[in-house]
């Protein structure tokens, strides 16, 4: 197969999966999809300058839009750029057979705050999703847990009485409508849990149930600590 074959057949897919991913018209100009896909997808947004480059280059390597009619060969260090674009927005990795971590330490709602801080101590876990009985209503993050002691202190109350008796429900109850966390489907991909990041900036920790639902365990979690290696993941994908 040409360069100008191996071209044209990687900028199809790219044209083809984001119309298909995002529902754009047959009409819209591919300069277009991409522009509107930059604002949903992170590998989109990263190689938006030379996605609009090679739909320039499309058009020198095509005469009159037929693409058996090729009048110009591309360098094969652009064909291979352009096909591990095409693999990063066709066939993305998931994040469950990759980046996340799939043994993840739960506590109940009822916990006592003493007995989070020491699980997450002993595991080295800063970030514990907290149930009650079967729904995951917030997580339990170190530095925010930390917060919420401080302000226990400087509302001059006795630390050790509250990490004794305040329950770790009632420290996490006030933050769901934050939204600190996300909820993914296992079929979370690595380019779409970067994107949930992008979205809000808030976000810490993403959850993966089997369906995406509150109501499941999780099955693996990613935080904002994953994200460089994230990068570095689809960067050599």
């Known amino acids: 197969m040409?360069?100008?074959?191996?071209f044209l057949?990687?900028?199809?897919?790219?044209?083809?999966?984001?119309?298909?991913?995002?529902?754009?018209?047959r009409a819209m100009a591919f300069t277009d999809v991409v522009r509107r896909s930059v604002l949903i997808n992170s590998v989109v947004r990263k190689y938006e300058d030379d996605l609009i480059d090679y739909s320039r280059l499309r058009n020198a390597i095509v005469h009159s839009g037929n693409e058996s009619d090729i009048i110009a060969e591309p360098h094969?260090?652009?064909v291979e750029k352009l096909e591990h674009i095409a693999k990063l927005i066709c066939t993305p990795?998931?994040?469950?057979?990759?980046?996340?971590?799939?043994?993840?330490?739960?506590?109940h709602s009822k916990d006592k705050v003493k007995h989070v801080i020491?699980?997450?101590?002993?595991?080295?876990?800063?970030?514990?999703?907290v149930y009650d009985d079967k729904k995951l209503i917030g997580i339990a993050n170190g530095q925010r847990l930390l917060d919420a002691l401080g302000r226990s202190l400087l509302n001059g109350k006795n630390l050790d009485g509250v990490v004794k008796e305040l329950t770790i429900g009632e420290?996490?109850?006030?933050?769901?409508?934050?939204?600190?966390?996300a909820i993914a489907d296992e079929n979370i991909t690595?380019?779409?849990?970067?994107?949930?990041?992008?979205?809000?900036?808030k976000v810490l920790v993403?959850?993966?149930?089997?369906?995406?639902?509150?109501?499941?365990?999780?099955?693996?979690?990613?935080?904002v600590a994953d994200i460089m290696d994230i990068n570095s993941m689809l960067e050599n994908y």
């Open 2 to 6: 040409s360069n100008a074959d191996r």
């Open 9 to 25: 057949r990687a900028y199809n897919a790219i044209d083809h999966s984001l119309r298909n991913q995002y529902n754009f018209k």
């Open 76 to 78: 094969l260090n652009v």
């Open 93 to 107: 990795p998931r994040a469950i057979d990759s980046i996340c971590r799939k043994d993840v330490l739960c506590v």
């Open 118 to 129: 020491e699980l997450i101590s002993k595991s080295g876990y800063s970030n514990l999703p």
């Open 171 to 181: 420290v996490v109850e006030n933050q769901v409508a934050e939204s600190y966390f």
């Open 190 to 201: 690595l380019e779409q849990a970067l994107n949930l990041f992008y979205k809000n900036r």
């Open 206 to 223: 993403i959850i993966i149930t089997k369906n995406g639902s509150e109501y499941e365990k999780p099955v693996g979690i990613i935080t």
